[in-house]
Every structure is written in structure tokens, then in C-alpha cells.
């Protein structure tokens, strides 16, 4: 499956900026993608010289890549606020994948600024991988963290999403493929299960919804899994963050693949700051996906880029 067509990856002076232009490049290769590297030039830096120096260090960047599989490969410095200019550049290119690295920094300043990284997972339009420095070139495990309808009617189209994408690169990386979705008891059986109920009632209940979740799980699978990836599922029953992160450990996991919105109760998982969360907790790599019809919050008319 040769969904991405136009990659965009950021360049910049931070630790795991080459692991992120690593990755791209195979996955560019792979898809016959064009791409796009991009600098971010802070405003109280832009000197002629200063960008020029910056234009210089992309070129030489692209030159050395020696990537002739890569048909279409182009450099741009981008002067503004780095997550907002590249946000304009997808928009105006209609770029379809962001890479960048997770740059880090100390806890204080990401609890009170946030980064790059985890501004581009909220506002981004087309899906964002965010590369944890250090990873190997190789993902060997990739984990989708889906939604399910507790009532089974139904699929959600944004895990069906998550599903394609994260079958498509575990594809390509012969990776082994885990999907997981977290579940809890609903509707009025949540109130039965703490209740004082017998055991056996209460273990009736929770195989019940349990059987219904994987019912679901299943369909989703059988319709949206490319290719020849096996999907391994796994249905805890817990918080979904708390249950994604344990599964990162315990299997190994290179690469976590999730919305950032959701139509159910689950909504927590995809929702604030539960992408981020697993990025800071974890040291696998994490690619957001956005649900039809986001729209970014950035106007066209504002900062400027240089080529």
C-alpha cells in the first residue's frame, strides 16, 4: 500500500533529528513518495546570513542522502514558530506525513511549553510520526491502539484508520503486528459489576462485554488489515493509556499508532494529552492519526518561508 505521496520531515538541531530523516527516507523509498526536508529558523534569528547557513546545511543534507530511488526530494527554511510553520507548509503543499523527532528537554519546560512534537500531534492535519532518538532504523514491533463499538453495530472509521496505516508499515518493516483495545464494563452492567453481586454474575458480566469488544475487534480486523501483517489482538479491560503503556513494555513495542479523536465513551484515550503521555512514558516512537474532516486552526497569511 503506497499511501503516503508527499512526506514532509523536520530537520532541525535536535537530538534524533537523523533517526527521523532515517526513517523517512526508507519509508519515502518504499511508498515513491516525494520529499520534503524542512529547517525551522526562530524569527530573532532570521539574518540573511543566519538562513543562508540553514539552506546551506539542508542541500548538503539532501546531497548526501543519495537516495535516487527518491524521484522529488526538496529543502525548505521556514522562519516563524516551528510548529505553526510547518503546520502552513503541509497545508500548502498538502503534505500527507509529518517526521520529527521527539526533541526532548527538561520536564519542567515540556510540562509548561510543551514541545514541537506533541503541538504537531494535537494541531497537525495529516498524520504525525514523532522518532525517539536513538531507535533503530528497524521497527521489529508495531502496536495500533484502536476504538471499538461496545455495541458491536458499528466501525469506527478512524480506528479503521489506524489499523490500515499501522498494517501497511508493519508491512513494510516485516514487523510483528499487535493491536490492542482497552475496554471496561458500560451502560448499566457498570453499575452491577460494583455492586455486591455474586462472583459468578459478576465473572457472566465481564465475559460478556468482554466476547462483544473481541466480536468487534475482529470484524475491524477481518475488513481493515493490509496486506500480509497478522494482527496479534489484545483486549485488556483497564484505562486505556495505563494498558497501551504496559503493552509497549511487556512486548517490546518500536512504534504505537492512534487517533486523537474518538466517537465513544473511550474518548479519554484519543483525546488531551494521552498521545503525548505515552510518548514521555515510553520509549517507543508514536504516530497520530486524525480523524476525517480536521481542520487546522492556522491561517495561510501568517510567517512566511524561505526556499
Known amino acids: 500500500m503506497k499511501r503516503f505521496k508527499n512526506m514532509l520531515i523536520v530537520y532541525n538541531d535536535v537530538p534524533g533529528a537523523d533517526d527521523a530523516l532515517?526513517?523517512?527516507?526508507?519509508?519515502?523509498?518504499?511508498?515513491?513518495?516525494?520529499?520534503?526536508?524542512?529547517?525551522?529558523?526562530?524569527?530573532?534569528?532570521?539574518?540573511?546570513?543566519?538562513?543562508?547557513?540553514?539552506?546551506?546545511?539542508?542541500?548538503?543534507?539532501?546531497?548526501?542522502?543519495?537516495?535516487?530511488?527518491?524521484?522529488?526530494?526538496?529543502?525548505?527554511?521556514?522562519?516563524?514558530?516551528?510548529?505553526?510553520?510547518?503546520?502552513?507548509?503541509?497545508?500548502?503543499?498538502?503534505?500527507?506525513?509529518?517526521?520529527?523527532?521527539?526533541?526532548?528537554?527538561?520536564?519542567?519546560?515540556?510540562?509548561?511549553?510543551?514541545?514541537?512534537?506533541?503541538?504537531?500531534?494535537?494541531?497537525?492535519?495529516?498524520?504525525?510520526?514523532?522518532?525517539?532518538?536513538?531507535?533503530?532504523?528497524?521497527?521489529?514491533?508495531?502496536?495500533?491502539?484502536?476504538?471499538?463499538?461496545?455495541?458491536?453495530?458499528?466501525?469506527?472509521?478512524?480506528?479503521?484508520?489506524?489499523?490500515?496505516?499501522?498494517?501497511?508499515?508493519?508491512?513494510?518493516?516485516?514487523?510483528?503486528?499487535?493491536?490492542?483495545?482497552?475496554?471496561?464494563?458500560?451502560?448499566?452492567?457498570?453499575?452491577?459489576?460494583?455492586?455486591?453481586?455474586?462472583?459468578?454474575?459478576r465473572a457472566r458480566l465481564l465475559d460478556n462485554h468482554e466476547a462483544v469488544r473481541r466480536a468487534a475487534l475482529e470484524d475491524l480486523l477481518e475488513r481493515h488489515v493490509y496486506g500480509h501483517a497478522t494482527p496479534v489482538p489484545h483486549l485488556p479491560r483497564g484505562t486505556p493509556v495505563w494498558e497501551i503503556s504496559g503493552a509497549v513494555e511487556s512486548h517490546e513495542i518500536d512504534l504505537v499508532v492512534m487517533g486523537t479523536a474518538s466517537r465513544s465513551g473511550l474518548a479519554a484515550l484519543f483525546l488531551g494529552n494521552s498521545a503525548e503521555t505515552i510518548l514521555a512514558a515510553t520509549r517507543c516512537g508514536v504516530m497520530t492519526v486524525k480523524p476525517d474532516g480536521f481542520e487546522a486552526s492556522i491561517s495561510l497569511e501568517q510567517g512566511r518561508d524561505v526556499a
Open 22 to 201: 532515517t526513517q523517512g527516507a526508507a519509508l519515502a523509498v518504499a511508498n515513491d513518495s516525494r520529499l520534503t526536508l524542512v529547517d525551522i529558523c526562530p524569527i530573532g534569528y532570521r539574518t540573511p546570513d543566519f538562513i543562508a547557513e540553514r539552506e546551506k546545511r539542508l542541500r548538503r543534507t539532501v546531497r548526501s542522502l543519495h537516495l535516487e530511488e527518491i524521484k522529488d526530494v526538496d529543502a525548505r527554511v521556514l522562519v516563524g514558530d516551528g510548529c505553526e510553520e510547518v503546520i502552513r507548509q503541509v497545508l500548502r503543499a498538502r503534505h500527507d506525513m509529518v517526521i520529527a523527532s521527539s526533541e526532548g528537554g527538561g520536564p519542567l519546560k515540556n510540562a509548561l511549553y510543551g514541545t514541537m512534537a506533541t503541538a504537531l500531534m494535537r494541531k497537525c492535519p495529516c498524520p504525525v510520526w514523532i522518532v525517539k532518538p536513538g531507535q533503530s532504523a528497524v521497527y521489529r514491533r508495531v502496536l495500533a491502539a484502536v476504538d471499538v463499538d461496545p455495541n458491536g453495530s458499528t466501525i469506527d472509521p478512524l480506528s479503521a484508520k489506524v489499523i490500515e496505516m499501522a498494517s501497511s508499515l508493519a508491512n513494510g518493516h516485516n514487523a510483528e503486528f499487535h493491536v490492542l483495545h482497552a475496554w471496561d464494563v458500560t451502560g448499566k452492567d457498570a453499575d452491577t459489576i460494583y455492586s455486591e453481586v455474586p462472583d459468578p454474575t
